[in-house]
């Protein structure tokens, strides 16, 4: 079973530009996550998919972030404009029940705003 | 509001002891915990889901216990190897929503 696959997985950009990030999940996966991971910390939601329709987007800062999922199945994240704390792992997750069943991440886009 | 802490946050041993990482969480309304180990430069891998009716799991070396009333998990990793050497996260799926709260997670070192 492939497992949740993310591209790119390195970007470096000068802050003010514009970064996307995509994301495939494991198929038949109804709920994709997007996390944010900044430097010793523990992953933190920015967004939750249920299908193609959000479930929570409370942490996500509107002003520059967007994510969508089209047909239900990839995910684009996107920043614009980046600021420096940005600077972070952003991770791609997967589950087939949100309550109940395991998450599966993909490997990450480690993110680098100068 | 759901949070998470992880003790101790660094973690040293030898070859071969037995070791036991602490995490504990504020709200008991829970529908699973989970432990994550993340290389350096990596995601996160699955190691074992607990759901909210279960008191442990067992995988290989590890197991996880959880004790819900009082709002502890514990990983247990016995005979450890140089190879265990990673961050372990716990995470927990809060009855709040499907999102899962991490803690900051415990940075494992065995050295040969």
């Known amino acids: 079973e492939a497992g949740v696959a993310q591209s790119p997985r390195y970007k470096i950009i000068e802050k003010r530009q514009s970064v996307a990030f995509w994301c495939n999940p494991i198929?038949?996966?109804?709920?994709l996550y997007w996390y944010q991971q900044i430097l010793g910390q523990g992953p933190k939601l920015l967004i939750q998919?249920?299908?193609?329709?959000?479930?929570?987007d409370s942490q996500l800062p509107k002003d520059r972030f967007s994510a969508e999922r089209l047909k239900g199945v990839d995910s684009t994240l996107k920043i614009q404009p980046a600021k420096l704390e940005d600077s972070a792992v952003y991770l791609c997750?997967?589950?087939?029940?949100?309550?109940?069943?395991?998450?599966?991440f993909g490997p990450g886009t480690r993110l680098t705003v100068l | 509001k759901q949070e998470v802490t992880q003790i101790p946050a660094a973690l040293s041993v030898p070859e071969g002891e037995n070791l036991v990482l602490n995490c504990s969480f504020t709200?008991?309304?829970?529908?699973?915990l989970q432990w994550f180990r993340q290389d350096p430069g990596k995601g996160l891998t699955s190691l074992l889901l607990?759901?909210?009716?279960?008191r442990e799991q067992t995988s290989g070396r590890l197991n996880a216990s959880l004790d819900k009333s009082s709002g502890r998990s514990t990983l247990y990793i016995a005979a450890s190897q140089p190879g265990d050497s990673a961050t372990y996260l716990c995470a927990v799926n809060s009855n709040s929503g499907y999102a899962l709260n991490f803690g900051k997670g415990t940075s494992l070192l065995v050295t040969p």
């Open positions: 997750a997967s589950s087939l029940d949100p309550a109940y069943n395991e998450q599966f």
């Open positions: 998919f249920q299908n193609n329709g959000v479930v929570d």
């Open positions: 198929s038949g996966h109804a709920t």
């Open positions: 607990i759901q909210s009716s279960q």
């Open positions: 709200d008991s309304a829970i529908y699973n």
